[in-house]
């Protein structure tokens, strides 16, 4: 059986392979939150922070727009070497290309630790530690990601793309995440709000809650922008294939799920709609780096 670290290693080469059509199809994150973020961290122009898997630079573009000074760690090389062209050597932002376990970086430095859509791909036996020391006391750390969101405009039609999924991949379908509703969200990270590794975990649907956190990390807060992505099938299949799930399917099951979207596309004549919600989630450091 595939172990959890694998999965992560792999996760990672795989973006790193598909570099160019990530960066042309991945969503951007909503500036509100972005915004938030920084209020809720108490940062400003010329403040050091960290971003976790910064990918192809979506986010790192962002905060550096803000006037921060960004460390942005990057496993991939192509995609480490595209965000820094996408930045167009503004100067804001030093990359490092390494897995964040690996790298070296100085405790108690950052005001604040972003990281969008990539927190689970770290090892959460280390990440949770390693965010909070390199912050600085008090600092702030920011988890932001898109997921899906059970809502009256897109029901129908997710619950069509689910079945598909179903017939063509039941070991995905059996593993996929849950869709709950905007109070469902809130309600269960509100329960959750002591530890927040496992509010992350609450809201990625991912294997990252650790009982230690709950000591490095206190006031979690969570904030989201609901979203109703439209696609046709074709632009849906774009989409599909900067998925790491994708890349574990077999080429017919790939082949498969590309035309059941195209197909869903035709049927309905109109876009295929998907309920999203963009959220964030934020933490601040309890105490002296360790």
Known sequence: MTSLTSDRRSGAIVFNEIAAEYDRHRPAYPDELIDHACEVAGIERGDAVLEIGCGTGQLTRSLVDRGLRVVAVEPGRRLAELAERNLGGT????FVNARFEDAQLSRGRFRAVFSAAAFHWADPDVSW???ANVLTPGGTLALIQHCGRQEEAGLDDQARLLAAIG???PE???RWPTYRDLNAILDGAERRRKNVSEVWEWVASQDVARAYAERLFGDAEIACVPEVAEHTGY???DLLRTASFYHRLSPEQQHALESEHVALYERLGRRIRSSMVAVLVTARRSGPPG
């Open 91 to 94: 100067g804001g932002a030093e």
């Open 129 to 131: 530690e390693k965010a």
């Open 167 to 169: 017939r063509i991949a």
């Open 172 to 174: 995905l379908a059996a």
């Open 235 to 237: 632009e849906l299949n």
